[in-house]
C-alpha cells in the first residue's frame, strides 16, 4: 500500500512484525517530497516506534480479522478461549492480555484480534461487572472530599472505590482504565 494511504489504526508490517499505526503526521516541506511521520505500536509486545516515510514509498498492510471468544478458564500461564461461532478453543499467552487479566472473569466474551491463525490482542468489553469479595472497613470522618478504600473483586485484583462499598456488591469496573463507575447491586 502507498504511504499516502496510510491512517490511524491501519495495521502494517515493518521487518515481518505486526505494528498498529497509532498517530500520522503528514509534512509539507517548501522544497522536496512530503514526509509522513508514524508513531507505530507492536501488537506482539506493545512496543512503540516512530518512523519517517516520503511519499511514494509502500508499506506492507497486515492482513487481520477479529472474532469474538469467550474466556474459558486460566492453566498454568496460559488463558484458554472458546470461539463464539465454531467452538473451538485455543490458548491465549498470560503475556499477551497483561494488565487486563484483572478484569476477565469466566464467561467474559472479548473480541480476538487474529493475523492467520495468531492472536495478536485482546480486548476486553469497555466495562465489566465484578462481584467484590473483601473490602477495607472504614470510619466516618469530617471531610469534605469523598475518601476511597481498597476492595479486593473477585478476579483477585484490588481497586479503589467509595468508603459505601461493602463486600458482596456487584461493582462496573472502566477496563480501560481499571476505575470503579458506579454500584450495580448492593449486598442481600
Known sequence: ???????????????????????????????GR???????????????????????????QVNIGTQEEQFLYKES????FM?????????????????????????????????????IEVVLPTFVELQVIGSDITTKTATITPQNKAAKIETGFTIGVPSFIKEGDVIKIDTRTGVYVERITGKK
Not at 1 to 29: A, L, R, S, T
Not at 37 to 48: P, V
Open 77 to 80: 500461564d496460559n488463558y484458554i
Open 83 to 119: 470461539n463464539t461461532e465454531s467452538f473451538e478453543q485455543q490458548a491465549i499467552s498470560g503475556h499477551l492480555i497483561g494488565e487486563k487479566a484483572a478484569f476477565l472473569k469466566e464467561g467474559t466474551v472479548v473480541t480476538v484480534t487474529m493475523m492467520g491463525d495468531e492472536p
Open 1 to 31: 500500500m502507498d504511504i499516502e494511504d496510510v491512517k490511524k489504526n491501519v495495521k502494517i508490517m515493518i521487518e515481518g512484525k505486526p505494528f498498529n499505526i497509532d498517530d500520522v503526521e503528514f509534512v509539507k516541506p517548501g522544497k
Open 34 to 60: 512530503a514526509i509522513y511521520r508514524l508513531k507505530l505500536r507492536n501488537l506482539r509486545d506493545g512496543s512503540t516506534l516512530e518512523r519517517t516515510y516520503h511519499s511514494s514509498e509502500k508499506v506492507e
